[in-house]
């Protein structure tokens, strides 16, 4: 309590110029007391003027006054020394390099905290005490202390710009627009910052909705990469189920050759071991019947011979002599054919029919190039079918077509005759009001708009060429951006569930790409927004 009443005290007793206890106090007309040596300072700097003022109310002398010494303040400002007051403040209250410094203060200057618009002056919290408290400042503009105040002050005639010139966009003083801006569209600051603020306001508006419509642009980039990190993980997951499922009916097949081919090993093998038994059972027989000839030719005895002879058995005639069986080798060349074949066929499969990298020149993309006709029972009324049914063109006073339940009744579209799956590429050649699609041939003809539109259903996905592209499916908008061409590629591996658009110039620019999985065929679509002339064609390359 005791150093709050000798702050109070102090502050009773400095000095509004230097801050510190009065030296030599002096009394001037208002009633404010100052250190003889600061307001003479003070005056002396308002001698190039034609009025001089009190630092504190700013009460104006239009000659300098003449000062009274307080006698009566002295002996108490030196008393007050004697109980051991500190006037000075603390370092950091001064303005130092960057700080903005109160106009006031003599000497070693204190930082500012206000700077007053109307008095065109900075002030630090003591010097600024009479804004608060006298009501000749009541109407005063305060701001936080800045460094361009005088900003504020026109060059020319010392006079605060208070007006505004819209001819040449800079602000004035009054004099200026009775000068070099006569006859200029001039108008009060203040009204120009009141159409200004509009404007401001209108341009964060803008800004904040832009920047909400980028974060719901990042939060669906963020959940389509969620998306295909999901797919591609399930995707690796079901591959390896799928593949390791395939290796073990491979493995199991092979087994079943295997043992099919030593079955038939075993039964040709022991159908040659029975031939050859019996072969064998018939050498050893003749062989035996030769030996009894033999004895019977070497006898000199002519009657035993002849009445032996007769008696001798009857030579049966020889089986046919068996031959290899063909049959069987053709069996094993058949089996190695087949299982061959099943490899070359299997090698087919996961090179080319499975293969998931993407073509990258156009060159490539031609590869896969798929002849395009469109079906004009699909087709809107206002489209003009030519070029053997590969081009449309917009015409609102078309000669309607029959009715068929395959065509689109409400809008400009139309569906390719034929579905694609595989790999498949195409290229279409547009006007500036055209845009892309692939669908479902089950997606609506009428009725609701979001279940026939292009993009809007989860039955078709769209990419719109108007102006800058956008990728529509299942009514969700995405803006792309990339390269203008009047020629967009679209690249389809059905298997994959890939689907990739691309600006075709000298390079191919990917704009958007889908990961997904397709349950019906696809048909190439196009669409027109309008005006009458308006084209879309399928190229032929």
Same mark, same amino acid.
């Given at each position: 309590?005791?150093?709050?009443?000798?702050?109070? *005290?102090?502050?009773? &007793?400095?000095?509004?110029?230097?801050?510190?206890?009065?030296?030599?106090?002096?009394?001037?007309?208002?009633?404010?007391? %100052?250190?003889?040596?600061?307001?003479?300072?003070?005056?002396?700097?308002?001698?190039?003027?034609?009025?001089?003022?009190?630092?504190?109310?700013?009460?104006?002398? %239009?000659?300098?006054?003449?000062?009274?010494?307080?006698?009566?303040?002295?002996?108490?400002?030196?008393?007050?020394?004697?109980?051991?007051?500190?006037?000075?403040?603390?370092?950091?209250?001064?303005?130092?390099?960057?700080?903005?410094?109160? /106009?006031?203060?003599?000497?070693?200057?204190?930082?500012?905290?206000?700077?007053?618009?109307?008095?065109?002056?900075?002030?630090?919290?003591?010097?600024?005490?009479?804004?608060?408290?006298?009501?000749?400042?009541?109407?005063?503009?305060?701001?936080?202390?800045?460094?361009?105040?005088?900003?504020?002050?026109?060059?020319?005639?010392?006079?605060?710009?208070?007006?505004?010139? @819209?001819? /040449?966009?800079?602000?004035?003083?009054?004099?200026?627009?009775?000068?070099?801006?006569?006859?200029?569209?001039?108008?009060?600051?203040?009204?120009?910052?009141?159409?200004?603020?509009?404007?401001?306001?209108?341009?964060?508006?803008?800004?904040?909705?832009? +920047?909400?419509? @980028?974060?719901?642009?990042?939060?669906?980039?963020?959940?389509?990469?969620?998306?295909?990190? @999901?797919?591609? *993980?399930? =995707?690796?997951?079901?591959?390896?189920?799928? &593949?390791?499922?395939?290796?073990?009916?491979?493995?199991?097949?092979?087994?079943?050759?295997?043992?099919?081919?030593?079955?038939?090993?075993?039964?040709?093998?022991?159908?040659?071991?029975?031939?050859?038994?019996?072969? /064998?059972?018939?050498?050893?027989?003749?062989?035996?019947?030769? =030996?009894?000839?033999?004895?019977?030719?070497?006898?000199? /005895?002519?009657?035993?011979?002849?009445?032996?002879?007769?008696?001798?058995?009857?030579?049966?005639?020889?089986?046919?002599?068996?031959?290899?069986?063909?049959?069987?080798?053709?069996?094993?060349?058949?089996?190695?054919?087949?299982?061959?074949?099943?490899?070359?066929?299997?090698? =087919?499969?996961?090179?080319?029919?499975?293969?998931?990298?993407?073509?990258?020149?156009?060159?490539?993309?031609?590869?896969?190039?798929?002849?395009?006709?469109?079906?004009?029972?699909?087709?809107?009324?206002?489209?003009?079918?030519?070029?053997?049914? @590969?081009?449309?063109? &917009?015409? *609102?006073?078309?000669?309607?077509?029959?009715?068929?339940? *395959?065509?689109?009744?409400?809008?400009?579209? +139309?569906?390719?005759?034929?579905?694609?799956?595989?790999?498949?590429?195409?290229?279409?050649?547009?006007?500036? &009001?055209?845009?892309?699609? +692939? =669908?479902?041939?089950?997606?609506?003809?009428?009725?609701?708009?979001?279940?026939?539109?292009?993009?809007?259903?989860?039955?078709?996905?769209?990419?719109?060429?108007?102006?800058?592209?956008?990728?529509?499916?299942?009514?969700?908008?995405?803006?792309?951006?990339?390269?203008?061409?009047?020629?967009?590629?679209?690249?389809?591996?059905?298997?994959?569930?890939?689907?990739? %658009?691309?600006?075709?110039?000298?390079?191919?620019?990917?704009?958007?790409? +889908?990961?997904?999985?397709?349950?019906?065929?696809?048909?190439?679509?196009?669409?027109?927004?309008?005006?009458?002339?308006?084209?879309?064609?399928?190229?032929?390359?």
């Amino acid at each position: 309590m005791a150093q709050q009443r000798n702050r109070a *005290d102090e502050m009773k &007793f400095s000095c509004s110029v230097c801050l510190d206890l009065l030296k030599d106090p002096v009394t001037i007309a208002c009633g404010h007391n %100052y250190c003889k040596s600061c307001i003479q300072s003070h005056w002396d700097i308002e001698d190039q003027k034609t009025s001089y003022s009190c630092p504190q109310c700013r009460h104006t002398f %239009y000659t300098r006054p003449d000062l009274v010494k307080n006698t009566m303040l002295a002996e108490l400002v030196e008393e007050l020394k004697k109980t051991g007051l500190q006037a000075p403040p603390a370092d950091h209250c001064y303005a130092g390099p960057g700080d903005v410094a109160c /106009d006031v203060c003599t000497g070693r200057k204190l930082k500012a905290s206000k700077s007053c618009l109307v008095c065109l002056a900075s002030y630090c919290d003591q010097h600024l005490q009479p804004h608060y408290e006298s009501p000749s400042f009541k109407k005063h503009k305060l701001v936080e202390a800045s460094v361009k105040l005088q900003e504020n002050i026109c060059s020319h005639h010392d006079k605060l710009k208070e007006i505004f010139c @819209r001819t /040449d966009q800079q602000c004035i003083c009054i004099l200026c627009s009775f000068d070099d801006h006569e006859g200029h569209d001039t108008v009060s600051a203040a009204a120009e910052r009141t159409e200004k603020q509009k404007e401001l306001s209108e341009s964060r508006q803008n800004i904040q909705q832009r +920047v909400q419509n @980028r974060e719901k642009d990042v939060k669906e980039l963020q959940e389509e990469m969620e998306t295909i990190n @999901r797919s591609a *993980d399930k =995707a690796v997951d079901d591959s390896e189920k799928i &593949f390791t499922e395939l290796i073990r009916l491979i493995k199991k097949r092979r087994s079943d050759v295997k043992q099919q081919i030593r079955s038939r090993q075993r039964t040709e093998v022991n159908r040659v071991k029975d031939l050859q038994e019996k072969l /064998d059972q018939e050498i050893t027989e003749l062989k035996r019947k030769d =030996a009894e000839l033999e004895k019977l030719s070497c006898t000199e /005895d002519h009657t035993h011979f002849l009445q032996s002879y007769p008696s001798l058995p009857k030579l049966t005639e020889s089986t046919d002599s068996p031959r290899p069986n063909i049959y069987c080798l053709l069996y094993f060349e058949d089996v190695v054919a087949t299982v061959t074949a099943a490899r070359d066929e299997m090698h =087919a499969i996961l090179i080319e029919t499975w293969s998931l990298s993407e073509p990258t020149t156009r060159a490539e993309f031609l590869r896969y190039s798929r002849e395009i006709t469109l079906d004009p029972n699909t087709a809107n009324m206002f489209l003009v079918l030519s070029e053997g049914n @590969r081009k449309i063109t &917009f015409n *609102d006073k078309n000669v309607p077509y029959p009715e068929h339940s *395959d065509r689109f009744i409400y809008i400009s579209q +139309v569906l390719s005759k034929d579905g694609l799956t595989g790999h498949c590429y195409w290229e279409v050649e547009m006007s500036r &009001f055209a845009g892309v699609a +692939v =669908a479902y041939k089950s997606i609506s003809r009428s009725g609701d708009f979001n279940a026939y539109a292009f993009g809007y259903n989860k039955k078709s996905w769209a990419l719109d060429c108007f102006d800058v592209y956008n990728f529509m499916h299942d009514n969700h908008n995405l803006s792309i951006s990339g390269p203008k061409s009047s020629r967009i590629g679209v690249y389809l591996d059905h298997r994959a569930g890939v689907l990739s %658009y691309y600006s075709v110039s000298e390079t191919m620019t990917l704009l958007h790409r +889908v990961q997904t999985t397709f349950t019906e065929p696809l048909h190439a679509g196009l669409f027109l927004h309008g005006p009458d002339g308006d084209t879309a064609e399928v190229c032929t390359k």
